[in-house]
């Protein structure tokens, strides 16, 4: 038996994900209905696309400000896209100021794991391993490696938990973005400054 899918359907899931009409009728007609699998679908089309569009020049884009209430904290970032065209839309635009803000609140020390200053983690993998002290030698390098993991996920802007919904990362969003609107897309770099700092 095969489920009747409607535009009302097609609609909703358009709403919710923000993919185009034609891949959410394909993904809910391969889930049979299943809002939650077609879901599921669109976000492993969204990465493979996002892949895709990895290697690709991102040389427009632009840079914006957050500062926020009060003044005491505030941010530059650069976000890169392929176009001129897609640097101007408000989809874009709100992405390059919603990073701002997630860099105001979540203070990341780089981008990405191939940014970070290599003196932040060997500062960490003594405090790991001292903290480790007295454990089997076998289970001290497990400890370290995991603890660096952890001080990485939680340093490297990328792989931070979105703080408009705690239930993505960057990245995840990064990547959504690149599908729904076709580019390439960078976080280039970003300074936050914080009064008193």
Same mark, same amino acid.
């Given at each position: =038996?095969?489920?009747?899918?409607?535009? !009302?359907?097609?609609?909703?899931?358009?709403?919710?994900?923000?993919?185009?009409?034609?891949?959410?009728? !394909?993904?809910? +007609?391969?889930?049979?209905?299943? +809002?939650? $699998?077609?879901?599921?679908?669109?976000?492993? $089309?969204?990465?493979?696309?996002?892949?895709?569009?990895?290697?690709?020049?991102? *040389?427009?884009?632009?840079?914006?400000?957050? &500062?926020?209430?009060?003044?005491?904290?505030?941010?530059?970032?650069?976000? *890169?896209? #392929?176009?001129?065209?897609?640097?101007?839309?408000?989809?874009? !635009?709100?992405?390059?100021?919603?990073?701002?803000?997630? &860099?105001?609140?979540?203070? %990341?020390? /780089?981008?990405? @794991?191939?940014?970070?200053? %290599?003196?932040?983690? #060997?500062?960490?993998? !003594?405090?790991?391993?001292?903290?480790?002290?007295?454990? %089997?030698?076998?289970?001290?390098?497990?400890?370290? #490696?995991?603890?660096?993991?952890?001080?990485?996920?939680?340093? /490297?802007?990328? #792989?931070?938990?979105?703080?408009?919904?705690?239930?993505?990362? +960057?990245?995840?969003? =990064?990547?959504?973005?690149?599908?729904?609107?076709?580019?390439?897309? +960078?976080?280039? @770099?970003?300074?936050?400054?914080?009064?008193?700092?």
């Amino acid at each position: =038996m095969s489920v009747q899918i409607n535009a !009302k359907m097609v609609g909703d899931l358009r709403a919710s994900t923000g993919a185009g009409l034609m891949d959410c009728k !394909k993904a809910l +007609v391969e889930s049979e209905g299943d +809002v939650d $699998k077609a879901v599921e679908i669109l976000r492993k $089309k969204g990465v493979a696309t996002a892949a895709k569009k990895s290697g690709r020049d991102a *040389s427009d884009g632009l840079i914006d400000t957050y &500062i926020h209430l009060g003044g005491k904290v505030g941010v530059l970032v650069e976000v *890169s896209c #392929e176009s001129d065209f897609v640097a101007k839309t408000d989809d874009f !635009k709100q992405l390059v100021r919603d990073i701002a803000m997630h &860099i105001a609140a979540a203070n %990341p020390a /780089c981008v990405s @794991r191939e940014n970070i200053d %290599p003196a932040l983690i #060997e500062a960490e993998r !003594k405090v790991a391993a001292s903290q480790a002290e007295g454990k %089997p030698e076998h289970a001290i390098e497990k400890i370290v #490696e995991g603890k660096i993991n952890k001080y990485l996920s939680e340093s /490297c802007l990328l #792989e931070q938990a979105f703080v408009k919904n705690p239930d993505q990362t +960057v990245q995840e969003v =990064m990547t959504a973005m690149i599908a729904k609107m076709g580019e390439n897309m +960078v976080i280039k @770099r970003f300074a936050r400054f914080q009064v008193g700092a």
